[in-house]
């Protein structure tokens, strides 16, 4: 296991213990970061712990992280993982259920000369999430299609 992996868990573990003031022991204070859908772009580990806190670290307790997937190079991370929480507070719009969630993501990380994070893009699907909250069936393709999406809108544009 590379170090920047082995960071990346310690990263996981103070978050899924909710051990907040405990980050700055692997994020750098002026972390770029944003938490695709949620926050756009914030600089400071300040806003990111505020955001964390505030939003997905109310919302949800009884956390569980498994890594899927990870490659590491040149002080850089990229982890496809699957996350698991019981959801206990207003999050996207869905006041606590008290369901069991679940959600793949991608979390992209760079580390500056001290080996902690300076730079996260964390990318999942949110309505994946949300409709889990809500008790629906996400509505999704069983078979991918063989579409150029853009292309078909651009069409429709001209």
Known sequence: MGQVLETYRRLRGFIDAGDIDRLSE?????????????TGWTLGLDCATANLAAGYGTAFADFGDSLVDSVEADGALTVHGRAQATHVGAFLGVEASGRRVAWDYVDLLRTGPDGRF??????????????????????????PQRRAVQAELAAHRN
């Open 118 to 143: 300076n730079w996260r893009l964390y990318a999942t699907d949110w309505n994946y999430v949300r409709l889990q909250m809500l008790d629906q069936t996400p509505d999704l393709p069983t078979e």
């Open 26 to 38: 692997v994020m750098d204070e002026d972390l770029v970061e944003n938490c695709l859908g949620l």
